[in-house]
């Protein structure tokens, strides 16, 4: 009797052992998945960003000319007597460039004096009435064309340059005859000017006399500062842009005509907030640009933004982003919009 008590009391506590066992083991499983739970979360980094001051530039493309380009030509067709420059000569205004035939000079000299000779008698005679105004009248106008004739000959016989400058192309050899294109171009290149062209969007922060930094492609080891000496008061209806002209001092004369030149435009700072590059993502398929921003339960949000400026390794934020937010700079790839996060360090 004894030993079937002892069994029987054996055989329950085995139960009881194998109940709690079980019940604990039962009693696990929650709190292992609260730890996947907890573990599953995805990791990422943030910054706090802030409003800051936002240099506002932009940058233009042109082609480098003669601040003024003057085509020098006779007022007829002429034959060249004898050239005087060539291309690369720098020239002075006023200095003879050309000489033209001449055997027509002397003929028109020759009437010139013989009718100017007339009409001074002319003239002295009609003063006390030896000579009616008619006549008078005649002569005068003989004198006058002949006058304009032989000056206008003499003009056109010796070609002077206006400017001062380079002699960037000629047309003629010595002997040829002239007609329809200039004997030389000469262009002024002390200043020079770039011409660009600049989006409507900024006509109010342009303005005369602003000073522009200026890049060109052929001397790259040099910086030069050029003013802006000419904006057109017409916007371009097909391109919604404007016309502007940076002159540039070209002292030393080593910026020449045709280069292909850089104009970097500063027109002043405003604020804004402004994010690390990295923070920012596009969403595929739109072109839309996002930030999650990291909320105070944990969790991100995914906020469409404005871009501005891209100032090297940050973008400016034209909306989307107040001052003080949190933008998450890693880890988005595992992110979606609501999904609680865990922040580590960087």
Not at 13 to 27: E, M, N, R
Not at 33 to 54: G, L, W
Not at 301 to 320: D, T, W
Request: aromatic content about 6%.
């Amino acid at each position: 009797m004894k030993m079937n008590g002892i069994i029987r009391t054996l055989l329950v506590g085995g139960v009881c052992i194998a109940s709690v066992a079980c019940g604990s083991q039962k009693s696990a499983e929650p709190a292992e998945t609260a730890t996947q739970v907890e573990a599953a979360k995805p990791k990422v980094t943030t910054a706090v960003v802030h409003i800051q001051d936002v240099v506002m530039t932009s940058t233009f493309t042109g082609n480098v000319e003669g601040f003024a380009v003057n085509n020098i030509t006779p007022q007829q067709p002429r034959r060249i007597s004898r050239l005087l420059v060539d291309v690369g000569d720098r020239v002075y205004a006023g200095q003879k460039v050309a000489e033209l035939d001449s055997s027509s000079l002397a003929q028109a000299k020759a009437q010139y004096e013989n009718s100017k000779a007339n009409f001074e008698r002319a003239d002295e005679m009609y003063k006390f009435g030896g000579e009616s105004k008619a006549n008078w009248e005649g002569q005068k106008t003989a004198y006058e064309v002949a006058k304009l004739t032989y000056e206008n000959l003499l003009e056109n016989t010796t070609l002077v340059s206006p400017i001062s400058g380079l002699v960037t192309a000629r047309n003629y050899d010595n002997g040829d005859m002239c007609g329809g294109l200039p004997i030389f171009v000469v262009q002024q290149i002390n200043p020079v000017k770039i011409k660009i062209n600049v989006s409507e969007s900024l006509y109010s922060y342009i303005k005369k006399g602003m000073v522009v930094d200026v890049e060109l492609d052929a001397l790259p080891e040099k910086k030069f500062q050029g003013k802006v000496s000419r904006i057109t008061p017409l916007i371009n209806s097909a391109t919604r842009t404007f016309e502007v002209e940076v002159a540039v001092a070209n002292g030393q004369e080593l910026i020449k005509p045709g280069m292909y030149a850089r104009v970097e435009m500063n027109y002043g700072t405003r604020k804004n907030v402004v994010v690390p590059d990295l923070s920012v993502v596009k969403q595929l398929g739109s072109g839309d640009r996002y930030i999650y921003v990291y909320q105070q339960d944990g969790t991100v949000k995914f906020q469409k933004v404005e871009l501005g400026r891209r100032m090297g390794g940050e973008y400016e934020i034209l909306s989307g982003i107040a001052d003080g937010d949190e933008v998450v700079t890693s880890g988005q790839v595992a992110l979606k919009n609501g999904i609680a996060v865990e922040k580590i360090a960087e």
